[in-house]
C-alpha cells in the first residue's frame, strides 16, 4: 500500500508565506509526478502546480509567480513554497501522486493526501 501524508498547512495573514510538504511512503517502485491541488466549498478541486520526476514543472496562472513546485525525488516528498498568499488563495490542498508499486510495476495509480488546510486572513 501506498500513503501520502501532508503537512504545512495554517493559518497565515495576507503577503505571508506558507509552505507545504507531502511525503509518499510504502511500497513503491517509482514516482512519475507528484502535485498540488486545491478546492473551496461549492467548487471544484483545481490544479495549482505539479512537477515531474524529471523536474518538468507546470502551474495554475494565479499562482505563478507566487508559488514554487520542488521534489525530493530521495525522499519521495513534493514542496509547495507559497509566498505573497492572498486570501483567494484560502483552501483545502492536497497532494496527488502518480505511482508505480513494487508489486506491479508495469501500472500507474493516482494517490491522494487527506488534504490539508490553509487560511489566509488577516
Known amino acids: 500500500q501506498v500513503q501520502l501524508v501532508e503537512s504545512g498547512g495554517g493559518l497565515v495573514q495576507p503577503g505571508g508565506s506558507l509552505r507545504l510538504s507531502c511525503t509518499a511512503s510504502?511500497?513503491?517502485?517509482?514516482?512519475?509526478?507528484m502535485g498540488w491541488y486545491r478546492q473551496t466549498p461549492g467548487k471544484q478541486r483545481s490544479v495549482v502546480a505539479t512537477?515531474?520526476?524529471?523536474?518538468?514543472?507546470n502551474y495554475a496562472d494565479s499562482v505563478k509567480g507566487r508559488f514554487t513546485i520542488t521534489m525530493d525525488n530521495a525522499k519521495n516528498t513534493v514542496y509547495l513554497q507559497m509566498n505573497s498568499l492572498a486570501p483567494e488563495d484560502t483552501a483545502v490542498y492536497s497532494c496527488?501522486?502518480?505511482?508505480?508499486?513494487?508489486?506491479?510495476?508495469?501500472?500507474?495509480?493516482?494517490?491522494w493526501g487527506q488534504g490539508t488546510q490553509v487560511t489566509v486572513s488577516s
Open positions: 496527488n501522486a502518480e505511482i508505480r508499486q513494487r508489486a506491479s510495476p508495469g501500472v500507474l495509480v493516482q494517490y
Open positions: 512537477i515531474t520526476s524529471s523536474g518538468t514543472t
Open positions: 510504502g511500497s513503491i517502485f517509482s514516482i512519475g509526478a
